[in-house]
């Protein structure tokens, strides 16, 4: 099992930043994948971007390319999702996910079974 924690959520100005972060803890000793995902209201699901922690992996959304960038600290088992240039269309819920083998291709929700809680991000124009 593994748990997931995000957090760093929030509202800013369009053209602003964020940052997100994911706390895995749990059965984190083997190799892990994660991603992040967001969800607006009406909408599905999708893939954010994409992170192999061995050997670190990342793959993103053409929709974030060049904005978004993902890091990790393994030492923390943590995540972090950097967010700039933050567009309106960027408004969603982010949810971290996890897995503990590679299966489905890694924008598919279907293939996670480790889920957090979600944290809302919110810009305005």
């Known amino acids: 099992q593994v748990q997931l924690v995000e957090s760093g959520g929030g509202s800013v100005q369009a053209g602003g930043s964020l940052r997100l972060s994911c706390a895995a803890s749990?059965?984190?000793?083997?190799?892990?994948?994660m991603a992040w995902f967001r969800q607006a209201p009406g909408k599905e699901r999708e893939g954010v971007a994409y992170i192999d922690t061995r050997p670190g992996f990342t793959n993103y959304a053409d929709s974030v390319k060049g904005r978004f960038t993902l890091s990790q600290d393994s030492a923390k088992n943590t995540v972090y999702l950097e967010m700039n240039s933050l567009k309106p269309e960027d408004t969603a819920m982010y949810y971290c996910a996890a897995r503990k083998t590679y299966g489905t291709p890694w924008s598919v929700p279907g293939g996670y079974p480790y889920w957090g809680q979600g944290t809302q991000v919110t810009v305005s124009s």
């Open positions: 749990g059965d984190t000793a083997s190799r892990i994948y």
